[in-house]
Structure formats: structure tokens, C-alpha cells
């Protein structure tokens, strides 16, 4: 069953992001800005992680899953650090992440022939 939630729950958020472009003027980069800030202030409420701890990777692996990471990142460190883990939380809990994005686009940037799409 664990499957079919994930299968669910990452359905549901891609349905919303495909309205989203479909339907409104937002652009790309706004629906992925708004995607993220949502999983934050979803976590900040509380809903988000009973909402991941269902899903599991249909929750967490979509872009709203980063903002949950960073939310719940930041919210370890203050408590662990006090008001310095505003600052240091986030980037902690999702370093792994931003790292994998930053090493596998190099390489896809090695291996790829750049120029214009026409």
C-alpha cells in the first residue's frame, strides 16, 4: 500500500502544478517558487510531515518535499543552536541535495553539446 500512496500523493501535487500551467498566467518559475514556499509554511503549520509520513516518497521527492526538508531542517537547528539556526538549518539539512544538483549538472554540461534550439 505504501506504493500506491506515493503513487497517490506525488499524482496529486504534479495534477495541481499541470492546473497551474494550464489554467492560470503563472509562469514555470513561480509555480516552483510557490510549490516550495508551500511545503514550508505546510511544515510550519504542521500538516506537512503526517502528510510525508503517509505519502513517503510521493510527499517528499516532488519540489514541495525540498521546502518540507528545509522547514523541518530549520526547525532541528533551532533547537539545537537557538536564533543561529535560522541561518544554518535549511542549507544543512538539504546539502546533500543541493550538492547532487550542482555535481550532476556539471556533468551533464561535460557531456552535452550547447547551442540554440532552433
Known sequence: ???????LAGGAICVVGQIL???????????????????VALTAIGVYKPFAE???????VPISGFGY??????EEAIKQDGA???LTGALTA???GITAAIVFSLIAALFSKPGDKS
Do not use: C
Open 21 to 39: 500551467i494550464d489554467k492560470t498566467a503563472l509562469t514555470p518559475a513561480r509555480i516552483l517558487t510557490g510549490f516550495v514556499v508551500a511545503g
Open 69 to 74: 526538508l528545509m522547514a523541518s531542517g530549520m
Open 54 to 60: 503517509i505519502a513517503g516518497a510521493g510527499a517528499t
Open 94 to 96: 538539504s546539502a546533500a
Open 84 to 86: 543561529l539556526g535560522i
Open 1 to 7: 500500500m505504501h506504493y500506491v500512496y506515493a503513487f
